[in-house]
């Protein structure tokens, strides 16, 4: 032990112990630092969201590609339109009996403040049938 005990001895050697308090309070103090600043690390996230292999969409008179290029600009079906053409097509296919399904073409790099855009004005005239269109994965990266 580190303290003297009941027999005394003539000659006292050095304390060969590891004093452990000290390092286990460094330990302490950095894991509450460390649970502090965590959180810190996960808002600034960036994604690069996957190719992902599913089966087709099926085409049916009901339904309308609109395709989003990184300009930002809509295709309704392959022919330019603007945001405000898109939400008066929006209104009308919105009205009819069965309503139609959206399938989405979005580049890589849109911004999402667009296809934010594309999906409220869908959800304002009622639609609520959106596809999101990926293209498949390369071969050589399937496992």
């Known amino acids: 032990m580190a303290f ?7 000659t006292a050697a050095p304390m060969a112990e590891i004093n452990m308090t000290p390092l286990i309070d460094v330990m302490l103090v950095l ?11 996960t ?5 690069d969201l996957p190719k992902v292999a599913a089966a087709p969409a099926r085409q049916t008179p009901q339904t309308i590609a609109l395709s989003i290029d990184a300009a930002g600009k ?11 053409q898109m939400r008066a097509q929006f209104a ?14 979005a580049e890589r790099s849109t911004r999402y403040e ?4 594309v999906m409220g004005a869908a959800q304002q005239a009622g ?7 990926t293209d498949p994965p390369p ?4 496992h």
């Open 4 to 10: 003297g005990g009941l027999e005394k001895k003539q």
């Open 139 to 142: 071969p050589d990266a399937a």
């Open 74 to 84: 809509l295709y309704w079906n392959g022919n330019v339109i603007t945001l405000a």
């Open 43 to 47: 808002h600034a996230i960036r994604l």
């Open 114 to 117: 667009v296809i934010a855009q």
């Open 92 to 105: 009308q296919a919105g009205k009819q009996a069965e309503q139609p399904e959206i399938h989405l073409h």
């Open 127 to 133: 639609l609520e049938r959106i596809g999101f269109v």
């Open 31 to 41: 894991l509450v630092i460390f649970i502090i600043t965590a959180p810190l690390f």
